[in-house]
């Protein structure tokens, strides 16, 4: 299947030929052919000015009653007592979807011996409706009955949007419930928005947030998406009012075949690398292992968590944990600071979601600093030092 | 024990590039390769073959010249190779291409655990592997650290997650995502490069897979991709050079006046 060409609106300007990132489109004398390179991108249908490009639409299957679904619910995630800030972030944006659809807004909170206070917390967030199941088998997380009792609720109350975070947890039991609803998910969206019709316009990075695109669910229900932390705004609504409704469920939503030994909790704070507000990142430029301990002293003195480029890992200088990148984790604190490290696109990819980034590096031409909010051309090792003074200097002066 | 590993071929990201003049991305010289981290799921099965008696085949959905990424695969010492290719599947989303590769696991027969990257790294969504499992109806774990095989029935797990540590214990058959933490991946040996040159690969479409073509490729999808832009530019960047004192107060003052917190 390959993007479809209406030869009649077809003017062979060639534009397209060029913006093709697939190579798929040539242009002959007075038509052009799209080859089986095509990956249905959409990125031509984009650029043509004339209409003439379109991609062959997606599979319908029996139509579902798309009308019998409302709502937008948001998966409020608890782990251990508490709930993860995403969930409060996403109440925020989802509050933003329900009023343009003028739905109520719900929290799905699962968990054991649940705290009332994390229902009022979940309300003053936006939530009209929280429903809570609480079951001693929902006491650590397990995909499948997470799941199944999520899957549970949806064929019950038939919401029409259901958003979760893009943590370890939803990015590993929301694939399921999709799966097992027959519904569409596009994960790890960095906006939200909603058309007229209701669709849910779900715009996500991808190519290692080289490109940006914009999915829809056009023909089944609930739409879902999962959410980067830290992206969306959350606001807390004084005064608002909402309800509680404890959920029954029949006991086979809580079956699981996977049985949890243990779990054992990160001890080392410094690792908590995608919750921190703040990281420091250290690579290659440290030159050795001892030298790390820059990297440490100025993360314990503004209270950030340590990071490292692939490099600094490879070397052995830090655990893996710490890793930033493609093949380590993503990352988007407030502040980003990346010490000697040259910025190669497998780094880059893991951290630029981050909202200040500052670059410290002596190689003025180094690729990090094409994302860097600030960009110190500085040798680090007489740099860091001083900035690290500077800091202690100024609290001293100010206490 | 049967092991399958999911693999996808997907540009090497070291080279995708945007052009500054026209956004799109730069394709030439843009080499394919393995999936990094369904290298480190072909290590994890090798590693449980090093240890017990265990056959490992290697399958990939994807065009014709996919055949390559089997290929090194092969080469690195796995045992058989399936390749999932017909014009049908082109276009799949996460949800038609898990219904595709849980097909030809269930093809497969007598599959006791199948192994996937955490992500591919073009598409990151992180999500065929649980869809997966859940077509096959299998338990799974992601993030998957460390294997170990109990019995002929049980694997003991270690995954990594965003507060710690879990340590869970899994019947087989089942599905499990893995991370870089299992291992790097091997390096093809000479022995298994003249085999993987000389190995028939079986290339399975949408028939043999005993799919309906209505729900493999694009019209199996839920999903669909209205729009693709380039990301917008960071517009405020600020260079600092000059003597080390002077950069140090730069920096510092532009950081309170970003309101940065930890300052």
Redesign the interface.
Known sequence: MKAIVDRQKCTVCGVCTDVCPFGAISLKETFIEISDECTLCGMCVDTCEFGALSLPEVGTGPAEDLASYKGVWVFAEWREGTIHQVSYELLSAGRKLADKRGVKLSAVLLGHRLDQSIQEELVSYGADVVYVVDHPELAHFRDEAYSKAVVELIRQKKPEILLAGATSMGRSFIPRVAALVKTGLTADCTELDISEEGLMLQTRPAFGGNIMATIVCPNRRPQMATVRPKVMRPEKMKDHQGRVERMALPEECFKSRVEVLQVIPEQDQTAKLTEADIIVSGGRGLRKSENFSIIEELAQLIKGAVGASRGAVEEGWIAPSHQVGQTGRTVAPTLYMAVGIAGAIQHVVGMQGSKVIVAVNKDPQAPIFDVATYGVVADLFEFMPAFIRKIKQERGESS | MHIAVCIKQV?D??N???DPD?H??V?QGVESIIN??DLFAVEAALKIKDETQATITVLTMG?PQADEALRDALSRGVDDAVLLSD??F??S???AT?TTLAAAVRKMGDVDVVLCGKQA???????V???M???LDM?????VKKIEVLDGSAL?ISR????????????TP?LLTV???VGEPRLPSLRHKMRAKKATIPVWGVADLGLAP??V???????????????PR?T??????GP??E???Q??R??KE?K????
């Open positions: 540009p990201t070291k995708v590039r945007i026209t799109t991305l394709r990094p981290f065009p014009r049908a082109a276009g989303d996460t949800w898990s790294v073009d598409g990151d969504t992180a999500q592997g649980p869809e499992a859940t077509f338990p799974y774990a992601t993030f003991k990594q997650t965003d507060e710690g540590v879990e340590i869970w214990k899994l019947p089942c991370i870089k933490e209505e729900n490729g694009l019209s199996g999808s839920f999903t669909q991709v209205v729009r693709v832009f380039s990301p960071r405020d960047r600020v260079l600092i050079q080390i004192e950069q140090v107060e920096l510092f532009h950081l970003s940065v917190p930890g300052l």
